[in-house]
């Protein structure tokens, strides 16, 4: 942009130097690449905010049809295997950090994801110590959405009528 700004002003002040016509030339040309980028930069960031919106809204109705459900993050994945996934997960309502096994899911699930389940009362009891580790069954698994989406998610609700 330097040059850009250098070869405009001096072109017209010195109009015998027919060399600054290349350098205009090429900071043209580099203004023009930069912004290409960031407007496929910008439109790539718009296009994944709304497909994380649409999650959200997905894991909210889902909320909605099903009875006892929560919300874990995924913190960390340590461990991939063919069945399942050894994860550290935080039970967001208690801001309980523990590390489980999660059965293999029918999506791509990544660090950062939140994920909606229904908790098994089995494992999880008012008044009981938690347990060592967690076991999510698939069937327990409602649905997923990117952490990183969910300010995006509540500002359009705060907008949208009800």
């Not at 030339?25 to 407007?39: D, E, P, Q, Y």
Request: aromatic content about 12%; charged content about 20%.
């Amino acid at each position: 942009m330097l040059c850009l700004a250098f070869s405009t002003l001096a072109i017209p002040a010195s109009p015998t130097l027919p060399n600054l016509w290349p350098i205009l030339a090429l900071s043209v040309l580099f203004a023009v690449a930069v912004g290409t980028i960031w407007f496929y930069r910008l439109q790539r960031a718009n296009k994944w905010t709304a497909r994380a919106v649409e999650q959200w809204r997905r894991l909210e109705a889902t909320r909605l049809q099903v009875g006892t459900t929560t919300e874990v993050t995924i913190l960390a994945i340590e461990t991939v295997e063919p069945t399942g996934t050894w994860v550290t997960l935080r039970w967001n309502q208690f801001d309980h950090v523990q590390r489980a096994w999660m059965e293999a899911l029918p999506d791509e699930i990544w660090e950062g994801t939140v994920l909606l389940i229904s908790p098994d009362p089995s494992q999880i009891k008012l008044g009981n110590p938690w347990p060592t580790f967690y076991h999510l069954a698939a069937q327990k698994y409602l649905g997923f959405a990117p952490a990183a989406g969910r300010k995006d998610f509540e500002k359009l609700s705060e907008r949208s009528p009800r």
